[in-house]
């Protein structure tokens, strides 16, 4: 079973920052918040991770809330090319069990013009 | 980032042949490479998990006699699907893990599987 929530969907406009929403609530202390998203018919592409502290890359930020329950990735300026499904995982980045990478249904983002 | 490549990107075959579908970890070695499949409008399901030199770990309700796979090399995983049928048909994608940036996952581009 996933162990993080995300709504289904969400739109933001061109340009605008997206802002996607994931509730973890039961993740342990060494498990380790992904960010995922896989265009139409292409594999998944990774985007960002982070454990407890906020984290910024090129692609996009992820803010952990301090008590770890739940993350905002983050896409500042929202293109057409953004457009995808969007998976919120957690795992340990090991070699272990725990550290498959199990995919939830993900938020659909859509960015319209 | 890692790249990890398919082939092919896409196939047709007829039920009852078998078909392979090749995954490669084109600038790292990857000891670790995962088999997923995904159907339309669905989520990805893990198959299997390949180690190089040794038996892949199938999951729970995955037929390991119809969907062999091989890792013959640190570049190189194989996932035959054997004797197909059209409930086959899906998106078979692949991915490596990166020991040397935090067990990372990278995915291949993925084949679509098409039995008719």
């Known amino acids: 079973d996933a162990k993080t929530t995300q709504p289904p969907s969400m739109d933001c406009a061109e340009g605008r920052a997206a802002n996607l929403p994931c509730n973890h609530s039961?993740?342990?202390?060494?498990?380790?918040v992904y960010w995922y998203r896989q265009i139409h018919s292409q594999g998944p592409q990774y985007i960002i991770h982070?454990?407890?502290n906020n984290e910024t890359n090129e692609m996009a930020s992820l803010i952990i809330t301090e008590d770890r329950k739940s993350s905002t990735l983050i896409l500042p300026h929202a293109t057409l090319r953004d457009t995808a499904v969007y998976y919120c995982?957690?795992?340990?980045?090991?070699?272990?069990?725990?550290?498959?990478?199990?995919f939830g249904k993900g938020i659909t983002l859509s960015v319209r013009p | 980032g890692a790249v990890v490549s398919q082939h092919p990107s896409w196939v047709i075959c007829k039920s009852g042949t078998s078909v392979k579908i090749e995954c490669r970890s084109l600038?790292?070695?990857?000891?670790?490479m995962f088999w997923y499949r995904q159907f339309p409008k669905q989520s990805l399901m893990l198959m299997a998990t390949?180690?190089?030199?040794?038996?892949?770990?199938?999951e729970q309700g995955v037929e390991k006699d119809k969907f062999l796979i091989n890792h013959a090399s640190l570049t190189l995983s194989t996932l035959t699907v054997t004797s197909a049928h059209p409930e086959d048909s899906s998106f078979y994608i692949c991915?490596?893990?990166?020991?040397?940036?935090?067990?990372?996952?990278?995915f291949g581009p993925g084949t679509r599987l098409t039995v008719t």
């Open positions: 991915s490596a893990r990166v020991p040397a940036e935090g067990y990372e996952q990278y």
């Open positions: 039961t993740i342990s202390g060494n498990e380790y």
């Open positions: 982070g454990l407890k």
């Open positions: 995982i957690v795992r340990v980045p090991s070699t272990g069990a725990n550290s498959k990478l199990t």
């Open positions: 600038d790292f070695q990857a000891t670790t």
């Open positions: 390949s180690n190089e030199g040794s038996k892949a770990t199938y």
